[in-house]
């Protein structure tokens, strides 16, 4: 046998992706301890998940923060809670992300004030803010003020850190939540790269970073992107996304440092894509999912984080997390990946797909920047009802077969599953006596954080500072740090602003939707249709009324955005106001629009409290005729105890059939108003 080594064996293999788990729940100290036991199982990053509240700046004893304390992510309150997260981890050795978008100034003022007290040289720091507000307004539903203000509280961020911070990414464009509510490939790449131009025209034309160091802050520009099941397109996707970052970087921006221009990228695989029926399927779907951003070379990701196999069931357990962390050290140990070349170079197939791809993102682009920009398609609603009309032609996909999903719409049967013989002990539970004690711990803080040992400055005045920092047209940051260090909390912080710049409700999408599935003689729709029409003859009433209510601070509206329309498909008069309510805001909206159902949609796991909340409050107003219908991540057991408490019907991950659920609706509808059955064929 030769001797001699072939090329490739010769190379030097590529370095490893960062390896990241999104990790964090319950309280500062349990998510520190997650953390120091991911890092110890060979994990290179750390990502943190924040808790809605934290996310939308409230503190946790604020009204709307009811049952979601810790649920999908670690509360942080004050500059307490951030060093007891960090405790015994050096921050100028790490790489951090924080999934952070409204309050992302806030975290990161927290974040340098603890590495300061570490003793870290902050220029050393390393890590990520998402930072990307457009996306927040078109799908994750975590913004608090107006674009205007969102937009001049990143670029403060971004000129301070090129500053102050210069190897953090201050902003971590986010596709990754578009593809998730719905975009295709080309809005992805051509509403992320839109959110970009938006951005870097305001650092420029902010005159806070001079021209000439234009190229810093392009270098430090990241994104954040999914990863869908059809891995081929996915990397022609990624490829897409680098020529076009590489062409818009060098013509409109004038960088001419190619290194700057690089298109550097993380990514998570595509979590709502995931099933709860056959749930061991998730497997190999994350697996090709990742393949998608890692086979190609030239268009590798830069950090990888992969969910869990059980996260359509509920809050996956360490066990799970470190099974999807092994699955990325397989393929960087274990397989040839790192190797060779780029594999897909000289492909004419994977050429053909890209140069599409970037042909009609391009053409997107200039569509929107003919509005005015993101921002100004954001505020008109453009970005939105494009995401609704995808999200509902892929639904109408799914339930008439033509995209098949294994195990729920081809090939459903299945042997027992033993992973999730025990759902109680399939997922992690967040117990319910956290809130209380975060609760209570945020008002101990409140009482004693200007006495020792923090001996922190009264908080009035570094309030009344940022407040007139943002009246003016100053950089915040130093406001905010001021903040930090006088032990302000999240929700003073977030109160002064909105005092300021006062809050946004984004548009939802939902009336001006396109029809995706039609009425057809003969349809599924055209008989529930008539079973809308039959049962409102039979109330006596115009049209039936159904409101669709997001309680809480969940903002993942997708499902409750599918149902309003195709609900106002079926003949129904929809009321949809959008996110972020309290159970009294919908009971009163029901009674005031008079409807004949509610429906609840919850993602983040306060179910268990605001939905019993709306319940009671409809009983004492003596509307207990009104069906209240629940769906989202609910698991079994919990399942099982909000019908016992009134709860007509509960929907989850698997009920994948939106027209069924209108006539379930509607089913209810008769049964609370004691009308018989109506008997139409299916």
Not at 256 to 278: D, I
Not at 282 to 307: F, G, W
């Amino acid at each position: 046998m030769s001797e001699r080594q072939s090329p490739q064996a010769q190379r030097e293999r590529d370095r490893p992706w960062l390896m990241r788990t999104y990790a964090g729940h319950s309280t500062a100290e349990a998510s520190n301890e997650l953390y120091r036991r991911n890092l110890a199982k060979g994990q290179t990053g750390l990502s943190v998940a924040f808790d809605l509240p934290t996310q939308t700046g409230y503190d946790p004893d604020h009204i709307l923060a009811r049952g979601e304390v810790g649920r999908v992510g670690v509360p942080v309150s004050h500059l307490g809670d951030m060093r007891r997260l960090f405790q015994d981890i050096p921050l100028e050795q790490m790489n951090t992300s924080m999934t952070i978008n409204a309050t992302a100034m806030w975290l990161l003022a927290l974040y340098q004030v603890v590495a300061e007290e570490q003793g870290a040289d902050i220029t050393k720091l390393q890590g990520t803010t998402q930072n990307d507000i457009v996306k927040e307004y078109l799908s994750r539903g975590t913004h608090v003020f107006p674009p205007g203000p969102s937009l001049r509280l990143t670029t403060d961020m971004i000129a301070y850190t090129v500053s102050h911070i210069p190897k953090w990414n201050p902003i971590n464009i986010c596709s990754y939540h578009l593809q998730e509510a719905g975009a295709t490939p080309v809005q992805e790449i051509a509403y992320a790269m839109s959110t970009a131009i938006a951005v870097l025209d305001a650092v420029r034309d902010s005159g806070q970073v001079p021209q000439e160091r234009m190229g810093d802050v392009v270098a430090r520009i990241s994104f954040f992107v999914n990863a869908g099941v059809r891995f081929v397109e996915e990397m022609c996707k990624m490829r897409a996304f680098g020529r076009i970052w590489d062409k818009i970087t060098r013509e409109r921006y004038g960088i001419e440092n190619p290194k700057q221009r690089r298109f550097r990228y993380g990514v998570q695989v595509n979590s709502l894509g995931l099933t709860e029926a056959q749930p061991e399927n998730n497997v190999q779907r994350i697996v090709l999912e990742m393949l998608a951003v890692t086979l190609s070379k030239d268009a590798r990701a830069r950090a990888v984080q992969l969910p869990a196999w059980n996260e359509a069931l509920g809050l996956p357990r360490p066990w799970d997390q470190q099974w999807s962390l092994r699955i990325q050290q397989v393929l960087a140990h274990e397989s040839d990946l790192l190797d060779y070349e780029d594999i897909f170079e000289g492909s004419h197939v994977i050429e053909a797909k890209v140069a599409q791809l970037v042909e009609d993102s391009l053409a997107e682009i200039d569509r929107i920047q003919e509005m005015g920009g993101a921002m100004a398609a954001v505020e008109s609603g453009y970005l939105k009802s494009q995401l609704v009309a995808s999200h509902a032609e892929r639904r109408g996909r799914i339930e008439s077969g033509q995209e098949k999903i294994v195990g729920v719409n081809i090939f459903e049967t299945t042997e027992p599953n033993p992973l999730t013989a025990d759902l109680d002990t399939a997922i992690q539970t967040v117990d319910p006596a956290v809130e209380a004690r975060v609760v209570e711990a945020i008002g101990h803080w409140r009482d004693t954080r200007y006495q020792p040992p923090f001996n922190h400055p009264r908080p009035c005045k570094a309030l009344e500072r940022l407040k007139e920092a943002a009246k003016g047209t100053g950089n915040l940051m130093e406001a905010t740090l001021e903040c930090a260090r006088a032990g302000v909390t999240t929700g003073e912080w977030a109160g002064a602003l909105r005092e300021v710049f006062g809050e946004f409700r984004a548009p939802t999408g939902v009336s001006s939707a396109p029809v995706a599935v039609p009425a057809e003689q003969g349809s599924a729709l055209a008989e529930v249709r008539a079973k809308v029409d039959a049962t409102a003859r039979d109330l006596g009433s115009g049209k039936l009324r159904f409101l669709v209510g997001k309680p809480g601070l969940d903002g993942h509206s997708n499902g409750a955005e599918q149902i309003a329309v195709r609900a106002r498909d079926a003949g129904f008069e929809v009321v949809y106001q959008g996110i972020r309510l309290t159970p009294e805001q919908i009971v009163d909206a029901a009674l005031a629009e008079d409807v004949h159902a509610v429906g609840l949609s919850i993602l983040s796991g306060s179910h268990a409290q605001l939905v019993p909340d709306v319940l009671e409050r409809l009983r004492v107003a003596g509307a207990t005729d009104i069906p209240v219908i629940a769906g989202g991540i609910i698991p079994n057991g919990d399942a099982e105890q909000l019908r016992a408490a009134g709860v007509a019907a509960v929907f989850t991950p698997k009920d994948f059939d939106i027209t069924g659920i209108i006539g379930r609706i509607v089913d209810e509808i008769r049964k609370a108003n004691k009308l018989d059955p109506l008997e139409v064929p299916a």
